[in-house]
């Protein structure tokens, strides 16, 4: 069968079986080719009973001791039992919960493997395992609607791939698959989904995400080859940077003053500018963004900035106040409502506004823009292709800056941002010193809460960020920002405010203002304040399960202190951190380099994360989080030259690739 028919096409899924797919986001046989299992269980070898560990997935061969029994505990409890040992005589009791029909037709004496979760609280046991007459190998374990057993869905792959395997078309030249040793597209799907051994299934995902990295490498560059800036729109330079400098209360650091000459280089070009300008936390890139606004409303026309937070938004449109004046600035977030919205809208369409300022909500239907000429997209480290293409198409090729906080090896930049230009600020403002960060045991938390409260005294003010915003059943363990902005406030120790993003925006801006203005010393808040948070007069920050987060995280969260010259502190506090999980704390306590954090990063979770991140807003592309080593990105980008430059031929890659670029094209005029 063709992989581009319905599912419903393939004998074996019925109606029922085709809707539950689809709400999975699978129509076509070929969404359930591609479509990776979360996660492995490794049944290839048979383990004897007496090597079996607490909470092991395993495989065991068995001899049934007696025929199964059944035993309802109470209504609505049934359990299915049966004994059995292995060949050496080791013996487990096997059990079924709600589950009868699951221990079949085995009698007393016969062998088969049964495949399950181990449990040792009492005696030996498998929990709810599943018999086979023979070893099942490695099996797949997919992330699954309800109404979808794990096992019907093992059926149904199998199905698709089976019918699917004589048509599938593997368009990989030749000349690639040789010099990059890739596994044919028919070994790599049947292997992705019931590998034959980890080495196979290691070759299959590095061929799949291979395939997709380097049609997204081929989509970027024809994205990048389009835009030139419409003859009329001039930016007036002479003097501009010396007129800036002169608002700012600063002097800029040389990475600045870098930054700001490759913009105004790029807006001196025939070719819109395209450029992603890469800092490290606290280097000043508002200043730099700020500037490229400048010069916009300098020449003439509109410029807009946006922000990933409504209060990120505003911190910037009250800081834009203090260099532009409000008149001729106009906030717009989801929030901005009913009249005001109504003028901020007209304000814009009509050319009045010259700087707008807000989230998302700017590049929605119904903004219109009189002569939208540049857009900034701070903070925007998950800012793809989409989006960029998004706020393109308010204006007639606008120009375009991008401001990222998390460094990424080059690699990795050029495949998300391949077609941006890159500026890097390797420098942060002087007199900055670092963050003094220390791991901080449970036990000495109370500790911490008076070193926190002497300093409040001070006038010194912090941060408590907490993993989440109300207290969790199934995440015991995890301290929830309304629980420990109560428990504070009950100290009477220092005044407390509390920010999460479940609150409403005025609630939210009025929790900020206070922490700004300095009448709240402990700020009990999320991740919400994870980016772009900008007050000078915090030293601390407290971060409370501190091994739930990436580093990278953790290092963008103390970035909200050590803005100033004062010393600052990043305290981490772990709940029950095993070794390893303070092993990779002690990272952040030992540098303070974003670059070498996000490398690190990288190498304990593996670029698959990462890039799943990055993809944000990006369907078509699943096959990139397959990734585990950032070695195929350069082998892929490898491959795309040679495609582009004609080295080699591959006719269907650049169709397909142009596909892409279409389908994407049309996922943003939707949107
Ligand atoms: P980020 O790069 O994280 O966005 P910000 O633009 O928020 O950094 O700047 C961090 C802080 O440093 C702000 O309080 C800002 O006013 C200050 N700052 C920026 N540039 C300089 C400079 N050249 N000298 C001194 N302080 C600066
Ligand atoms: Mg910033």
Redesign the pocket.
Known sequence: MNPKDQLTTLKGIGPRRGEILGRMGLFLLEDLLFYAPRDYRDYSVAKPVSTLAHGQEAAVRLTALAAPGLARIRRGLSVGTLRAEDEAGGRILLCWYNQPYRQGTVRAGETFVACGRVDRSRGIKLTNPALYPELPGILPVYALSKGLPQAQMRQTVKLALCACMPELRDGMPEALSARYRLCELGFALYNLHFPQSLDALQKARRRLAFEDMLLFRLMMHSFREQKVRPRGRRYILGGARAAYESL??????GA?QKAMADIERDLCGRRAMNRLVM?????????VAAYALYLAARSGFQAAMLAPTELLARQHYDALKAIFGEKELCLLTGSTRGAQRRQALEDLACGRAKIAVGTHALFQAGVEFFDLGLVVA??QHRFGVVQRAAMAAKGAAPDLLV?S?TPIPRTLALMFYGDLDLSQ?DEL???RRPVITKLVPENKREDLYRFLEDRAAKKEQAYVVCPLVEPSESLEELKSATEVFKMLRARRGAKIGLLHGQMKEEEKRAAAEAFREGSVDLLVATTVVEV?V?V?NATAIVIENAERFGLSQLHQLR?RVG??EKESYCFLLTGEASGSASERLKILCSTRDGFAIAKEDLALRGPGEFLGKHQHGLTGFAAMKLAMDLGVLDEAQAAAELVRSGAVSAPELLWRAEEKRRMLEEEIAVN
């Open positions: 700012l209360p600063f002097v800029p650091t600045q800092g490290d936390v606290g280097s000043g890139k508002t200043a701070d903070e401001m906080a600020m403002p002087p007199g772009g900008d000078p970035g803005r100033g």
